[in-house]
């Protein structure tokens, strides 16, 4: 098993930044990709920005050129810094990773919520 802590999370003005953290630690095998999604009240989770084990990032379209995902691969450890914070960035935010053990297993932190309001 694979067990996520996660933290960064908080209230923010409009404009503000916030870095989360996700570090992974157990019975770890391959991580192939790590990233992080979010859920707002009403809506489906959705895709925030990954990262897979070659470096290459995905970004989703409303966070591109404000957020960044970065990882610290000794440490099993992945980023969002989020800058230029905006009302609608706000959500449950929920780290991700895939590990391959022979199959590919997905673990998901427990969440962080990041709110942006004044």
């Known amino acids: 098993q694979v067990q996520l802590e996660e933290s960064g999370g908080g209230l923010v003005q409009p404009g503000g930044s916030l870095r989360l953290s996700c570090a992974a630690s157990?019975?770890?095998?391959?991580?192939?990709?790590m990233g992080w999604y979010r859920q707002a009240p009403g809506k489906q989770r959705e895709l925030v920005a990954n990262?897979?084990?070659?470096?290459?990032?995905n970004y989703a379209e409303s966070v591109k050129g404000r957020f960044t995902i970065s990882r610290d691969y000794a440490k099993n450890t992945v980023f969002l810094q989020m800058n230029s914070l905006k009302p609608e960035d706000t959500a449950v935010y929920y780290c991700?990773?895939?590990?391959?053990?022979?199959?590919?297993?997905?673990?998901w932190g427990q969440g962080t919520q990041v709110t942006v309001s004044s």
């Open positions: 157990g019975r770890i095998f391959s991580i192939y990709a």
């Open positions: 990262i897979l084990s070659g470096g290459s990032t």
């Open positions: 991700n990773v895939g590990d391959y053990t022979g199959i590919h297993q997905t673990y």
